[in-house]
């Protein structure tokens, strides 16, 4: 399908929107019309964007035939059919030129990247962590974060699996700590730790007791021990987090908040 007629369709049919969101802005744009199958050439031509049902009338008008919505929602793709439709828009010219000027204004941040930077970026998204990228480039997090999306860049995170250690320690110990204490314990999340004992081990009554009581017999250890051990080593012995130990410590020698290590 050709470009022009496209760009003549939207003119007819077509929404040129600049939606405001909170603090963001949302750019759209969008062709209404019955016959889907326009719709679908119209995607397939331009490679981007969705098509929908629309409901807006069904029920106040329901002898109105059956309408499609075909959006365009992303930033880039957006820049990219205006910029292909413009030379031969008529009615909307304005309105797409303007929306095309603001997209182009904000597509960046404050300051202008420089090719080297996009390079960096790009090579670099998916290996170092956000913050030490922005901390390279001196820009905000939020900047690199907004940069990537229009790049489309992505990171892929591996999942940790499960070892037949961690599994055994898990039936071994799920009636006896809570999820934090075993996810500390593993080095894990504790939605990690809850999925692995719903999905895999079949255990979906799991006792959790957040606020475990102290026994008389974990107070006398703590108050034999604490000159003697650290409060780590007194956590690991007593099956306890680290947390619950300084706050039983704390409010056995009243130490205050600054001595926490």
């Known amino acids: 399908m050709d470009i022009?007629?496209?760009?003549?369709?939207?003119?007819?049919?077509?929404?040129?929107?600049l939606a405001k969101n909170g603090l963001y802005r949302k750019?759209?744009?969008?062709?209404?019309?019955t016959d889907r199958t326009v719709l679908e050439k119209i995607k397939e031509t331009l490679r981007c964007g969705h098509i929908c049902i629309t409901r807006k009338f069904a029920k106040t008008k329901p002898q109105w035939a059956q309408a499609y919505s075909f959006s365009?929602?992303?930033?880039?793709?957006?820049?990219e059919v205006l910029q292909k439709m413009l030379p031969y828009l008529e009615v909307k010219h304005e309105a797409g030129q303007k929306l095309l000027d603001t997209l182009l204004s904000k597509s960046s941040s404050h300051l202008e990247?420089?090719?080297?930077?996009k390079t960096f970026l790009c090579e670099n998204y998916k290996k170092i962590p956000t913050k030490d990228i922005a901390k390279k480039l001196n820009r905000a997090t939020r900047s690199i974060h907004c940069y990537a999306h229009l790049l489309d860049l992505s990171r892929q995170t591996k999942m940790r699996k499960w070892t037949q250690e961690e599994i055994n320690f898990l039936r071994e110990n799920y009636n006896k700590m809570?999820?934090?204490?075993?996810?500390?314990?593993?080095?894990?999340?504790?939605?990690?730790?809850?999925?692995?004992?719903?999905?895999?081990?079949?255990?979906?009554?799991?006792?959790?007791?957040?606020?475990?009581?102290?026994?008389?017999?974990?107070?006398?250890?703590?108050?034999?021990?604490?000159?003697?051990m650290t409060k780590k080593e007194i956590a690991r012995q007593l099956n306890r987090l680290y947390s619950s130990v300084y706050l039983k410590m704390r409010t056995l020698e009243k130490e205050p908040y600054s001595e926490w290590g």
Not at 113 to 117: G, H, S
């Open 4 to 17: 022009r007629y496209i760009a003549g369709f939207f003119d007819g049919e077509g929404c040129v929107a």
């Open 27 to 33: 750019a759209a744009l969008q062709i209404t019309n």
């Open 72 to 79: 365009v929602n992303k930033r880039r793709d957006v820049i």
């Open 113 to 117: 990247w420089t090719p080297d930077e």
């Open 178 to 228: 809570n999820y934090r204490e075993i996810s500390e314990r593993l080095g894990r999340s504790w939605h990690s730790v809850e999925s692995e004992l719903r999905k895999r081990l079949g255990i979906t009554k799991f006792k959790h007791p957040i606020h475990r009581s102290w026994s008389a017999d974990e107070v006398d250890f703590v108050e034999k021990n604490r000159n003697q």
